[in-house]
């Protein structure tokens, strides 16, 4: 059986040696963010599904570790690089996003709308914080 305290020591470790918060570890083995908090706060215990993500998700964390805390996190290695890479491969995965811009768009259903008697009245931007934008023609 798993010592639940024991085992949030041990996330807390992957979460210091990868440098991520609990709730952008949560993202990443696409799990909830309240799944994480629970676990922590001792609430519930992690179920297989979550070790089993934690694992396929973090090759430097070994299974049997994460479990018992038998076993060395990270990966002793010579040269002590096995950290850097995985913050690394980490770091490559965030792909920058491109600002966007709403002169392009408009312009673009300006030029469709040319070819036809409509004509755009009003565009309205919903943005994921709850704010809005709105444009008239």
Partial sequence: MVNSLDFTK??????????????SFADRIDVGRASISHIISGRNKPSL????????????????WLL???????PSSKNNTNGIKAKKEFVDDIKPEKPK?????LNEYSKQASHSKKEIQKVIIFYTDGSFESFQN
Wanted: charged letters at 30%; zero cysteines.
């Fill in 10 to 23: 041990r996330l807390k470790e992957i979460f210091e040696y990868y440098d991520l918060s609990a709730s």
């Fill in 49 to 64: 599904d979550f070790v089993m993500k934690v694992v396929s998700n973090f090759k430097e964390v070994e299974l049997y």
């Fill in 68 to 74: 018992n805390g038998k076993g060395h996190f990270p």
């Fill in 101 to 105: 811009t709403i002169e392009p768009l």
